[in-house]
């Protein structure tokens, strides 16, 4: 597509449920970021796909937190048993290349909001 | 660890006067730097890139920043700010060499207000 899509673009939740955010990224874009903002702060790396594996996960604040590209394209950022304190905007973006020169010039989603109650 | 400081949290400047936007980054070697946009309900916007070469870079909207090795510093201009210039700012840096990856460090950013 033309640009970085991501749905659901809010979220609200109960505490302890399951929660899926979807990412599609521009066409040909072989490398996906997934950073988390929450209010007041500057977004946060989580993790990085190159094509369909994940190349640095070193962001996932913990074991509740995954997230697959199993095509190589869209990816799907999973929350188990969500917490008040995973309320964030969750921010995809997507690059050219994995690495290397340009690498990092991203282009980013208007993000999924979730509110956890 | 590396680390960007954006000292100023808010920002309000009336239309037409310029602005600047301070950032410092923490770093052994020169990272790339970046320059980012975000209005409410939108994503992202790169403004303006820095990673090698001439340290006055110029990007989009009439933006510029100035980097200084000294200082490490990368500062964020605009001669004349307009009203749709009213936005959050954000300083980032990436990590050159073999940790080349879109993987960035961001700052908490700068709420800039323009007032009529």
């Known amino acids: 597509g033309a640009g970085v899509s991501q749905t659901p673009s809010n979220k609200v939740t109960e505490k302890g449920k399951y929660v899926e955010l979807r990412c599609d990224p521009i066409s040909g874009h072989t490398a996906l970021y997934w950073y988390r903002q929450s209010l007041g702060q500057g977004p946060e790396f989580l993790i990085y796909f190159q094509g369909t594996g994940a190349a640095d996960d070193s962001g996932l604040p913990n074991d509740r937190f995954f997230a697959v590209r199993p095509e190589g394209s869209v990816s799907t950022l999973k929350i188990q048993r969500t917490e008040r304190g995973d309320s964030a905007v969750y921010l995809c973006?997507?690059?050219?290349?994995?690495?290397?020169?340009?690498?990092?010039?991203?282009?980013f989603g208007a993000g999924s909001r979730l509110t956890v109650l | 660890a590396q680390s960007v400081t954006q000292p100023d949290i808010h920002i309000t400047v009336s239309e037409g006067a310029s602005l600047e936007l301070r950032c410092n980054y923490s770093?052994?070697?020169?990272?790339?730097l970046f320059w980012y946009v975000q209005s409410p309900g939108q994503g992202l916007q790169l403004l303006l890139k820095y990673f090698s070469g001439d340290t006055l870079v110029q990007g989009i909207k009439g933006f510029e920043a100035e980097f200084k090795r000294s200082q490490s510093s990368f500062n964020l201009r605009k001669p004349s700010v307009h009203w749709s210039d009213a936005a959050e700012y954000f300083c980032a840096v990436g990590l050159p060499g073999s940790s080349n990856t879109g993987k960035l460090i961001f700052g908490q950013g700068t709420t800039l207000q323009v007032k009529p």
């Open positions: 770093y052994g070697a020169t990272p790339y």
């Open positions: 973006a997507s690059s050219l290349i994995g690495t290397g020169y340009g690498a990092n010039v991203l282009t």
